[in-house]
Nanobody, 115 residues
Framework: QVQLVESGGGLVQPGGSLRLSCAAS????????MGWYRQAPDKQRDLVAT???????TYADSVKGRFTISRDNAKNTVSLQMNSLKPEDTAVYYC?????????WGQGTQVTVSS
């Protein structure tokens, strides 16, 4: 089992920045990929960014150049630095960890971009 706890969400004005963090605990040795997903009201949950154990990253086209995912394997954390935020980035952001068998989700953290 893997437990994930997110932090760092909040309200920010358009053009502002936020940093999300996710701490993993439990069977962390089994984690292969960590990432962030988001879900806006009445929409499906979409991928934002992922990072492998080796540091390879992927990003949704909508966040490329604005968001950066990073991972600290020693601290078992994954972070998402979000810059140049837009109102359309408003969503609940979920941390995800994938092992060879299944995926795990955090409880989510709200990000609201509004003036």
């Amino acid at each position: 089992q893997v437990q994930l706890v997110e932090s760092g969400g909040g309200l920010v004005q358009p053009g502002g920045s936020l940093r999300l963090s996710c701490a993993a605990s439990g069977s962390i040795f089994s984690i292969r990929v960590m990432g962030w997903y988001r879900q806006a009201p009445d929409k499906q949950r979409d991928l934002v960014a992922t990072i492998t154990n080796g540091g390879s990253t992927t990003y949704a086209d909508s966040v490329k150049g604005r968001f950066t995912i990073s991972r600290d394997n020693a601290k078992n954390t994954v972070s998402l630095q979000m810059n140049s935020l837009k109102p359309e980035d408003t969503a609940v952001y979920y941390c995800n960890a994938r092992t060879g068998i299944r995926g795990y989700w955090g409880q989510g953290t709200q990000v609201t971009v509004s003036s």
